[in-house]
């Protein structure tokens, strides 16, 4: 991996949607070599006339197009970002080895809490670490990716401890415009990321509301935090170093969402886009059975929103 501070980095975005867009996008306004990885019409775009970013935080800018869906195109990288939607995992593990070095760092920042075990199962857990985005984003249009919120990124290493390489990448996106912590107990803050949007995120599909709504309402502000409580005790149970502060932080960041925002699964549901049920409640609801942790708000939420799921994933599958 590169680590003068006058060299750029080789970067693959794995993932161009809103979060791999901005962050991937700053790295490339940086002047980073960085390669957006896409398909269809938003890959077509890119190429055509470089990625846009419309940034509440940055302003808008755009930055040159380079881009492909085919990661044999490219060389070992430094950086691979993994931002895709947790249900396309399985077909871009499989695209990954053309981009893996001796020393490339395959940083997730998807939801969920089991990215980066699942991927160091295919790449090897030395070239692993994991993060969190803290933001409002999408595709807005072919080409054009939107952030909203507060456009923060956390990350660390799979385990408890400081790294020299994360140091190194800290310097690198702070130098780039990132608003980025570095953290000693990345898997604890990684659990206090998941158990806040896989309980905040199931609710606002189901009571398809805004976080103004949902956190002001008593009833439904207390099932969020009951299904906050059941994740961290799933976590305890699983043995993850769930930190103190973990619920307060995840009511905190409840509260300083913006009222009128939503989560973007239940954007999703609403759009009738493939939805992260299965890598957000459903891993809750998996996990506390293997466990024997009773998670009942979660299987509630579960199945509610099963339905939903299956029949916006039968109609993808379908072509329609």
């Not at 962050?23 to 940086?30: E, H, N, P, V």
């Not at 990345?186 to 995120?201: C, D, H, T, V």
């Not at 509301?209 to 305890?236: D, F, H, W």
């Not at 932080?249 to 409840?254: C, G, N, P, R, T």
Request: aromatic letters at 6%; a negative charge; glycine letters at 12%.
């Amino acid at each position: 991996m590169v680590t003068q501070a006058n060299e750029s980095l080789r970067v693959a975005v794995f993932g161009t949607g809103g979060v791999g867009g901005y962050f991937g996008g700053l790295l490339a306004r940086a002047e980073h070599d960085v390669t957006f990885i896409a398909r269809g019409a938003h890959l077509n775009a890119i190429k055509e006339n470089g990625l846009r970013v419309e940034s509440q935080l940055d302003g808008p800018f755009v930055v040159p197009g380079n881009a492909t869906n085919n990661t044999a195109d490219l060389g070992e990288q430094d950086l691979v970002l993994f931002t895709v939607k947790m249900y396309h995992n399985a077909d871009a593990l499989e695209s990954l080895e053309p981009l893996i070095g001796p020393n490339t760092v395959v940083l997730t920042l998807q939801n969920g809490i089991d990215n980066g075990d699942i991927l160091a199962e295919v790449v090897g857990e030395e070239h692993v670490m994991i993060g969190s985005a803290y933001m409002e984003g999408r595709v807005s249009k072919p080409g054009v990716v939107t952030q909203g919120g507060p456009g923060i990124a956390a990350f660390g290493e799979m385990k408890v401890g400081i790294s020299r390489r994360g140091e190194n990448l800290l310097q690198r996106f702070q130098e780039s415009g990132w608003r980025v912590h570095l953290h000693e107990n990345m898997p604890g803050m990684l659990w206090k990321k998941f158990a806040y949007i896989a309980g905040s995120a199931a609710v606002c599909a189901a009571a398809n509301c805004v976080y103004e709504e949902m956190r002001t309402k008593p009833e439904t502000r207390s099932l969020i935090q009951n299904a906050i409580e059941e994740v961290l005790a799933v976590g305890k149970a699983k043995g993850a170093p769930i930190m103190s502060d973990s619920l307060a932080w995840a009511m905190d960041s409840l509260d300083g969402f913006p009222g009128q925002g939503r989560a973007s699964m239940a954007k999703d549901f609403t759009d009738q886009r493939p939805v992260e049920l299965e890598g957000l409640t459903g891993t809750v609801v998996r996990m506390g059975r293997e466990l024997s942790i009773a998670t009942p708000i979660n299987d509630f939420l579960y199945a509610i929103l099963k339905p939903m799921a299956a029949r916006i994933e039968s109609l993808h599958n379908s072509g329609a």
